[in-house]
């Protein structure tokens, strides 16, 4: 049974708003410092996937070789250059896509341009700032105007509870949900978030024109929009990873062509998995409110910040690095145009007014909110839905 929560409708938010917006004087400007905190997230994300990628060449070297190394061998250090590949995937989107889609980096003076906004992953720069299944524009449209600004409402495209009703209400044993939650969160990022943000963002121009907006994915390649999802999302990513990086192989024999095919599907698999556990939960619990209607107060939107998210354990830069500073999403909701180091030392202070206000500032173990996602994923639990706030 779904536990029941303060409503917390006697909260001041005009005195909220002044005591958060207070926190912008008392951090500071965004400066070189913050910068080279963000190149230095970089350089671990192409770290981690340079190391994956040299530790993939050297082991298909010697197998092709008269050097030779056992299978068991092989595949050990096969499996860790796909967990660091997998890192710097999710380190790539997270740590610093994330970010700079926000704007976080556009007032530090002189920001080389590819850092700002309107620079990143533009254009032909996609396949160097950003490539992956999802198309930038799209998702910074999807992320940063649909979730942010109507979190935990019906309009959020995010919102996993009414994403999943297809899967509370199917007909089948609960032990065969559990399954499926975990077999998507195999390839979340091609099955949800390709097809969902393109058409989030299609819904966007039917709204311009003043026509219905669409509700279901288009993935055929023989429709309009399935042919965009495909030309424009799936297959960039796809021949790029899964054809051209493994026909570079190809000197080295046909099978050092199909082991690094296997080893960089499995570093797809452990960036959808890693992915999924730092950045589902972050809104999705029994604990988590949701709301029937749009915020209408500045006051109101931080309220609803606090309530509709939760943060993960924070501590070292490697720590939150780790965490892709999704451990810091309460923060990050308050103000998502902010560099990642500014929620390191905004933390504390948004703790303080939490307690001033009465409010309950969660902050949990990532495994533990995986846990109760996944709960409220196959319909376990149920969140708790706020009116008049």
């Known amino acids: 049974m779904t536990q029941k929560y303060a409503d917390y409708r006697d909260v001041d938010q005009a005195q909220l708003q002044r005591d958060i917006d207070q926190i912008k004087e008392t951090i500071g400007a965004t400066n070189e410092v913050d910068f080279q905190h963000l190149l230095k997230l970089e350089r671990w994300g192409r770290g ?83 490539l992956d299944w999802i198309k930038p524009d799209a998702w910074a449209y999807e992320h940063n105007i649909m979730h942010h600004y109507h979190l935990g409402e019906d309009d959020d495209p995010d919102n996993v509870e009414k994403n999943l009703k297809w899967l509370h209400d199917a007909k089948i044993p609960m032990f065969m949900k559990y399954v499926t939650v975990y077999a998507f969160a195999a390839f979340w990022k091609l099955a949800y978030y390709a097809p969902n943000t393109l058409r989030i963002l299609e819904n966007k121009e039917r709204a311009r024109r003043k026509e219905e907006p669409t509700l279901d994915y288009q993935i055929s390649p023989f429709t309009k929009n399935g042919l965009t999802l495909w030309k424009d999302y799936i297959l960039p990513y796809g021949l790029f990873q899964f054809v051209l990086l ?41 604990d988590i409110y949701q709301f029937s209607t749009p915020h209408k107060t500045q006051g109101e939107y931080y309220l609803r910040q606090i309530m509709g998210s939760v943060n993960y354990n924070t501590g070292t830069d490697l720590i939150d690095f780790a ?29 303080e007014i939490c307690k001033k206000h009465n409010l309950e500032y969660r902050q949990e173990s990532v495994f533990k909110r995986i846990l109760m996602t996944v709960d409220l994923m196959v319909g376990k639990t149920k969140v708790l839905r706020i009116e008049g706030i």
């Open 246 to 286: 493994p026909a570079l192989f190809y000197p080295l024999g046909l099978e050092a062509v199909f082991s690094a095919f296997a080893i960089i599907v499995l570093g797809e698999f452990f960036a959808n998995i890693h992915s999924f556990l730092v950045i589902v939960p972050n809104h999705s619990a029994e």
């Open 323 to 351: 965490h892709g500073f999704l451990n810091y999403q309460v923060e990050h909701h308050l103000f998502p145009n902010m560099p990642h180091s500014f929620y390191q030392k905004m933390q504390p202070i948004v703790k």
């Open 48 to 130: 981690s996937t340079l190391f994956g990628f040299f530790l993939l060449i050297v082991i298909s070297i010697l197998d092709a070789t008269n050097f030779g190394i056992p299978s068991l061998i092989f595949w050990i250090v096969g499996v860790i250059s796909a967990i660091f590949i997998g890192v710097g995937n999710v380190g790539r989107w997270a740590n610093v896509t994330h970010p700079i889609l926000h704007g976080a980096y556009d007032k530090v003076p002189n920001i080389p341009y590819r850092y700002t906004k309107d620079g990143y992953a533009a254009g032909s720069r996609r396949w160097i700032d950003w």
